[in-house]
């Protein structure tokens, strides 16, 4: 699931090499950090929010698929 918002993010950004993910597991749920350059925080987000929430359902599908939770924190 990280490799997934990795290659998102990585695919939208001007700046590829400031993509920081990381994952952690909180006892029942995996929690994906994602972290960008200052200048490539619209990207990520999207107008509205709607590029965050499309990353957001695929992280859902693909944590379903491996019979897990999954949520997506962007920023700090």
Same mark, same amino acid.
């Given at each position: 699931?990280?490799e997934?918002?990795?290659?998102?993010a990585?695919?939208?950004?001007? %700046?590829?090499?400031?993509?920081?993910?990381?994952?952690?597991?909180?006892?029942?749920?995996?929690?994906?950090?994602l972290?960008? %350059?200052?200048?490539?925080?619209?990207?990520?987000?999207?107008r509205?929010?709607r590029?965050a929430?499309?990353?957001?359902?695929?992280?859902k599908v693909?944590?379903?698929?491996q019979?897990?939770?999954a949520?997506?924190?962007?920023?700090?």
């Open positions: 699931m990280k997934l918002i990795e290659y998102i990585t695919s939208l950004v001007e %700046n590829p090499d400031d993509v920081e993910v990381t994952e952690e597991w909180d006892g029942h749920r995996h929690v994906i950090h972290d960008v %350059n200052e200048a490539d925080m619209g990207k990520v987000i999207g509205g929010g590029v929430e499309a990353m957001r359902s695929l992280l693909a944590s379903a698929r019979d897990t939770r949520v997506l924190d962007i920023g700090d």
